[in-house]
């Protein structure tokens, strides 16, 4: 079998880091695409190949991929959109910019990529789309309006791919994660002080008691926190099985989550749900 290829997006640390490292070591031929250029000269160093791609910056999207089909001689057998960030703080205290920021990052960008690489996939025959989703893609969590409202877009805009896509011979697959180890609380902060302004909120209060501690806190581990491994093992089956599924939910508030929404009233979900 010829060297497989793949673009994987938004892999200086965490879900995109492992799942380079781990493709790379099944044989894979990893493009691992990075926002900033310094973390692209750090994976570089570490033998990979990697283009600056930036999901708000389209010119970097355009380039990017240029310089991965250029490297491959023009074809692609996978793209696993992975980038993108969060945006804490109460609904009614994001501003319309901190949410169109969002939407750049885990929606348009992701859509624009996606687009580019369709073509290159129908003219070879094959290929593999997968979107990294989450938990909050179907369900809800307060002080996550943002991030949710951006997840439960790209479901929906990836599930209508995949109906699309049914005539053709390319999979579209989503994963969707629970609580991973990463750093995407850290990174946060700096999203929230450039959007939200608590201390003139409503609820500041809160704010004060329950986000910040979480925000700013010493961290540790969520319940039933995995690795970022556990999602790379499910890419691994998006991949590489003959007939992918359509989802993959990974960890047990994940499933937990998915069958919570599809079996209890509306108001209990709800009532639960406000208790974390």
Not at 69 to 77: E, N, Q
Not at 112 to 133: E, K, N
């Amino acid at each position: 079998m010829s060297e497989r290829s793949i673009l994987i997006t938004g892999c200086s640390s965490g879900i995109g880091l492992d799942a380079a490292r781990g493709l790379r070591d099944r044989g894979w031929r990893v493009f691992a695409a990075c926002r900033r250029e310094e973390d692209c000269v750090r994976l570089r160093a570490e033998g990979f190949e990697s283009p600056r791609i930036d999901y708000r910056d389209g010119e970097s999207i355009r380039t990017g991929l240029a310089e991965v089909l250029a490297a491959t001689g023009g074809t692609l057998d996978a793209l696993f959109n992975n980038g993108g960030h969060g945006l804490t703080g109460a609904v009614e205290d994001v501003p319309v910019e901190g949410l169109r920021e969002v939407f750049e990052s885990n929606v348009f960008g992701g859509h624009d990529l996606t687009r580019r690489v369709i073509p290159v996939m129908r003219a070879q025959g094959h290929g593999r789309i997968v979107q990294c989703s989450s938990v909050l893609g179907y369900g809800a969590l307060r002080w996550r309006g943002a991030y949710v409202a951006s997840k439960h877009a790209l479901e929906g805009l990836t599930a209508t791919l995949r109906l699309e896509m049914r005539d053709t011979p390319i999979h579209v697959v989503l994963l969707e994660p629970g609580p991973i180890t990463s750093d995407f609380r850290i990174k946060g902060r700096a999203v929230f002080e450039r959007w939200i302004d608590w201390e003139a909120s409503a609820r500041a209060g809160m704010y004060r008691d329950t986000l910040l501690p979480r925000l700013y806190g010493p961290g540790g581990r969520d319940a039933f926190e995995l690795p970022a491994s556990a999602v790379t093992a499910q890419l691994v089956r998006a991949l590489e099985a003959r007939r992918p599924r359509a989802r993959y939910r990974i960890t047990v508030p994940a499933k937990v989550t998915w069958w919570a929404r599809r079996l209890l009233p509306e108001a209990l979900v709800e009532a639960l749900t406000a208790r974390v």
